[in-house]
């Protein structure tokens, strides 16, 4: 009987590459999506769930991290608690912090 050699399956290789981590950072929760944010993110300017420890600095050094593009400003906004109700039952949404990062003109970040 003779053994006959196949090549290696390079579609798994391929899957296993596209699976990789991206990139991220602890202070930076993820992007908020919101139809003000989408309209803002075409003129360079992108909206972050951010923890509600976190300063300007930290932010920018995150971003950089991340995306690799350098912010040139960023504004910090404190999101409040909000009472709710539903069916009768008293809750409260829990806030937190969002940050809003203006980029040089021509540096973009692309959401997966």
Known sequence: MEKTKTKKNTKKVEEV?????????????GPRVTEKSAINAERGIYTFNVASVSTKNEIKKAIKLIYGVSPEKVAITQIAKKT??????????????????HLKKGDKITFA
């Open 17 to 29: 590459d596209k699976t990789k981590k991206e990139k991220t950072h602890p202070l930076i929760k």
């Open 84 to 101: 709710v109700t539903r069916r009768g039952i008293v809750s409260t949404k829990q806030g937190g912090k969002k940050a809003v990062v």
